[in-house]
């Protein structure tokens, strides 16, 4: 099928008129009318149509008919009143090789803007030549031919150093993944890079590239490679074993249940012939780990009893994973037996762990309990961290949603707190307690230095709201050594959701503008804000 051209958004009934008129054979559509705010996508589990902001994908409707939608939204369709639809993201383009040419011949690519390219949270960060590959391997020109898309992918690899092409394979291999529409290329991908000079074969990858093929259920081809794996390994039963705990691993993170369990087989044979304790340990790790990535954490904790009768003592990491895999769930009854079960164990609750219990509370807005457990945290001199920052605020509704307009959100602590509700307010002040402000900045007579890096937009805020009132008293004392210079680290977006738009330094220059700060983009480094030491404190105290 050759790229079907469409310039307005909004008239999809176009794109449906254009398709049927072509007669393609199996691919019936339906009027549907999308809203068009830019930043969204929206998934058409019936009709076969993807539309983003950048981009139009016209799936064959079977491609999209295997997968339950996940979500229902609303939509007014032009005067016939609102219209339910199931919206679900497709999880793979083929089911298995043999379809592969027919399949991407049911794919149309239609450009409408330059197309930016996103991260996922948990993708591996794309570096520049990259970005530029995936967006060029998206390019209608390839669209539908494969002979064409393999030569451009040996191209790319011939004329890629390594760390380049790597960089491709991991962000298409990772279940996080901003391109899982050209996922199905990492094999292609794989097998190029295999005749590069600098190849280094690595089990963890293969495991990675076997756990993705399951999900696309290209069987055959998995089998193929894990056979070839197996073979090399075999010989050394501890490699062996590390092979299959990463496979079962990487087949949850991927969600394929069929070849999470077969690997889980595979893995308890090793167990139940193995001597070694490492073997064993390492094994039942990574079974713990799986089940409760595949939202099965009752099983995790049978199999953490099944240590104890094997005589494998299970460590905090055992604990903490099914304590998170039920909190995920929102089974907080038996997260806290979890919390308690380690407790009496002899195993310290410290800020890992309390993080993973916060992050569980916020996922299901338990704002509550995310405030008893600070406060528990507190009386028992547990410190906070950046993700302990960036767990509950995330949470709070009401600040996330301020941060929507910077030209209006309050500019002090104090009035931030009046915008609150009685539990959010709570959280904040809790929050403000913390080492977490000491620990990002740095003082003495040459500089002054705030470091944001690692903190999500809602926890730089507050911690900017914090600095002003930290920096005011420090210099109200008599004895205060004013830095020669004050500076504030945003980061410029190199690991940003858009590379090069960093929202926290959007964010901190909104603020310095808005409070007449002397303090100004340094030429040096574009990630950092800069003033004089005596400068600032005018500024603050004046």
């Known amino acids: 099928m050759s790229p079907c051209v469409v310039t307005d958004v909004g008239n999809t009934e176009k794109v449906v008129n254009q398709l049927n008129s072509r007669r393609l054979s199996g691919l019936k559509m339906a009027a549907l009318k999308l809203p068009t705010r830019p930043n969204q996508t929206f998934h058409g589990g019936k009709t076969g149509v993807i539309v983003t902001r950048t981009l139009t994908l016209v799936y064959h409707p079977t491609l999209l008919s295997r997968h339950r939608a996940q979500n229902q939204i609303m939509i007014s369709s032009g005067n016939s009143g609102p219209q339910r639809f199931l919206f679900t993201q497709p999880q793979r383009l083929s089911q298995c090789n043999r379809y592969f040419e027919e399949e991407l011949r049911n794919v149309s690519w239609t450009h409408r803007t330059s197309m930016e390219v996103r991260c996922k949270a948990g993708a591996v960060p794309l570096m520049k030549q990259s970005h530029r590959f995936l967006s060029s391997l998206s390019s209608p020109a390839l669209a539908g031919d494969p002979s064409a898309t393999n030569r451009h992918i040996k191209k790319f690899v011939a004329a890629s150093p390594k760390s380049v092409a790597l960089n491709v394979l991991s962000h298409l291999l990772s279940a996080h993944t901003s391109h899982p529409h050209l996922s199905f290329y990492a094999l292609s991908l794989y097998s190029e890079i295999t005749e590069a000079s600098w190849f280094d074969w690595n089990p963890k990858l293969i495991a990675e590239l076997v756990a993705l093929l399951n999900k696309q259920e290209r069987f055959d081809e998995s089998e193929t490679l894990l056979s070839t794996a197996v073979s090399r390994l075999k010989s050394n039963e501890r490699d062996l074993a590390l092979f299959f ?78 304590l998170y895999g039920y909190g995920r769930l929102g089974l907080f009854d038996d997260m806290n037996r979890v919390v308690q079960r380690m407790e009496t164990e002899g195993h310290k609750i410290d800020t890992v762990c309390s993080n993973m219990v916060l992050s569980s509370y916020g996922a299901h807005d338990a704002l509550p309990q995310m405030g008893s457990w600070l406060q528990k945290l507190k009386d028992f001199n547990v410190p906070l961290s950046i993700r302990t920052y960036n767990s509950v605020l995330n949470s709070c509704p009401t600040v996330t949603s301020l941060l929507k307009d910077l030209d209006t959100c309050p500019l002090s602590l104090s009035e931030l707190l009046t915008f609150l509700n009685e539990d959010e307010a709570v959280l904040v002040s809790k929050l403000t307690w913390s080492s977490v402000l000491d620990e990002a900045i740095e003082w003495n007579s040459l500089e002054g230095k705030l470091d944001l890096h690692g903190m999500h937009l809602s926890s730089s805020y507050l911690i900017m709201m914090q600095w002003m009132d930290e920096m005011r008293v420090r210099f109200s004392e008599e004895k205060c050594v004013v830095p020669a210079e004050i500076v504030v680290v945003s980061g410029s977006g190199k690991h940003s959701n858009v590379r090069g738009e960093s929202p926290v330094k959007a964010l901190v220059k909104k603020i310095m503008v808005r409070t007449g700060s002397p303090m100004r983009i340094d030429r040096k480094n574009v990630g950092s804000f800069i003033a004089k030491g005596k400068t600032v404190k005018e500024w603050l105290c004046k």
């Open 245 to 322: 705990c990463n496979l079962v691993e990487s087949n949850a993170k991927q969600g394929s249940i069929q070849g999470f369990d077969e690997a889980c087989v595979r893995l308890r044979e090793i167990i139940q012939r193995s001597s070694s304790v490492y073997v064993k340990t390492q094994a039942y790790k990574s079974l713990v780990s799986g089940l409760c990535n595949m939202d099965k954490p009752h099983d995790a904790e049978r199999v953490i009893d099944e240590m104890r009768t094997e005589k494998v003592k299970p460590g905090l990491f055992e604990y903490k994973s099914v």
